[in-house]
């Protein structure tokens, strides 16, 4: 069974940092295309930042320059350094994983950004 499970949201000052992690329970080795969302109270899920197997990456315009999108293949695990982090971050992040022709969704984690 395929499981996602995302770590490292918290409460943070605005211009602070924060680093998600996301374990997967398969080798990611072979996923083309993994990347971060995340949905604010009544809104909808948006993408934050996506990432391929030949790590080229895209991010939402409201987060280029402040976040990063990394993967660790040997890890199985994918990460999010949020770095200025504004109170209009804070969100439930969630991370995607498109395999096989399936999308799997982890837990979320909370990210609230305010002084």
């Known amino acids: 069974q395929v499981q996602l499970v995302e770590s490292g949201g918290g409460l943070v000052q605005p211009g602070g940092s924060l680093r998600l992690s996301c374990a997967a329970s398969?080798?990611?080795?072979?996923?083309?295309?993994m990347g971060w969302y995340r949905q604010a109270p009544g809104k909808q899920r948006e993408l934050v930042a996506r990432i391929t197997s030949g790590i080229n990456t895209n991010y939402a315009d409201s987060v280029k320059g402040r976040f990063t999108i990394s993967r660790d293949n040997g890890k199985n695990t994918l990460y999010l350094q949020m770095n200025t982090l504004k109170p209009e971050d804070t969100a439930v992040y969630y991370c995607?994983?498109?395999?096989?022709?399936?999308?799997?969704w982890g837990q979320g984690t909370q990210v609230t950004v305010s002084s």
């Open positions: 995607r994983m498109d395999w096989g022709g399936r999308i799997y």
């Open positions: 398969v080798n990611i080795f072979s996923i083309y295309t």
